[in-house]
């Protein structure tokens, strides 16, 4: 069973930087962690993603350029490092893992954490 748990979410003004950490546990190596995120009555949206094995990572457009995704195989942890955060970056961030390697869409997922709340004023 995979278990993820985010953290790192808070307030932060724009043009400031978070990062974010999602600590996986169970067997993940082959799968690909996803970041998604979903504002206030808006479907949740797709961000990024990077494969466990080979650490490559695709992202969406609107955070290309500011958000980087990257993992730490010795505490199974993938972090979203996020800088220049503008006020439409507020949202609950999630991580997600599927096995599906080229997933972009919520149904691709099998587990998500829980969720941590990113705010950025303006």
């Known amino acids: 069973q995979v278990q993820l748990v985010e953290s790192g979410g808070g307030l932060v003004q724009a043009g400031g930087s978070l990062r974010l950490s999602c600590a996986t546990s169970?067997?993940?190596?082959?799968?690909?962690m996803g970041w998604f995120r979903q504002a206030p009555g808006k479907e949740r949206e797709y961000i990024g993603r990077?494969?466990?094995?080979?650490?490559?990572?695709y992202y969406t457009d609107s955070v290309k350029g500011r958000f980087t995704i990257s993992k730490e195989n010795a505490k199974n942890t993938v972090y979203l490092q996020m800088n220049s955060l503008k006020p439409e970056d507020t949202a609950v961030y999630y991580c997600?893992?599927?096995?599906?390697?080229?997933?972009?869409?919520?149904?691709?997922?099998?587990?998500w954490g829980q969720g941590t709340q990113v705010t950025v004023s303006s």
């Open positions: 997600a893992a599927t096995s599906l390697g080229g997933a972009m869409s919520v149904r691709g997922y099998a587990y």
């Open positions: 990077i494969t466990w094995y080979t650490g490559r990572t």
């Open positions: 169970g067997r993940i190596t082959g799968y690909a």
